[in-house]
């Protein structure tokens, strides 16, 4: 299995005979240069959304189009993309599992929001949503972008994850801070690989915290476009 970080939230999986890109930012993505998109986006089987927010969701309409592979994410986004721009969705919400080939996705609640920037101001679409990703033996907690919250030890109960990809740049998001508290309180990782960070002078520029507050797991700052290989 590889995980590979596309920059800020964004995450190439590559799991069990799937190729999987979590909230895919190319587009005036500061630490992923344009040259590197096709690489980073070649071969991918399937586009799971996390929420609405542009740095998550900006190319996943040209990119679905282009690549002609179905967008996984909550039930009413992808059923109106489905009807109003041709793509193929996979849509389904909170506590449903899919099977995408030999991966188990299971949607999870956060704790942040979901709108779009249209001409008449911003539009909710749908609810913010986190993943655990099953295969190969692994389990990933995607936590996408939330804050601690007490539901993270049923989430420690019903999947028990291995890996945890964690929101952790502050501001918009949990801190290393509380990242670490979720990380110690609730779950039982033995990866923690921190991301929405570094992106931008407003958010956490270090995980040293993080590193220091959780000394029984292993956890990779990742580098763009740098394979981490579990």
Known sequence: MKIIFLGHASFRIEIAGQVLLIDPWLSGNPVLSEDQHDTATAGASHILLTHGHFDHIVDTLPLAKKLNIPVVGQYDLIGHWSETEGIEGIGFNKGGTVRLGDVEVTMLHAVHSSTMGTPYGPKCIGSECGYMISGEGHTIYVSGDTDVMADMALFQDLHAPDIGILAAGGH????????????????????IIPCHYKTFPILEQSADVLIAAVPNANVIEPEVMTPIEL
């Not at 998001?173 to 990866?191: C, G, N, P």
Request: proline share 0%; hydrophobic share 50%.
């Open 172 to 191: 918009f998001t949990m801190d290393m801070k509380r990242a670490a508290y979720a990380a110690t309180k609730f779950f039982e990782f033995k990866t």
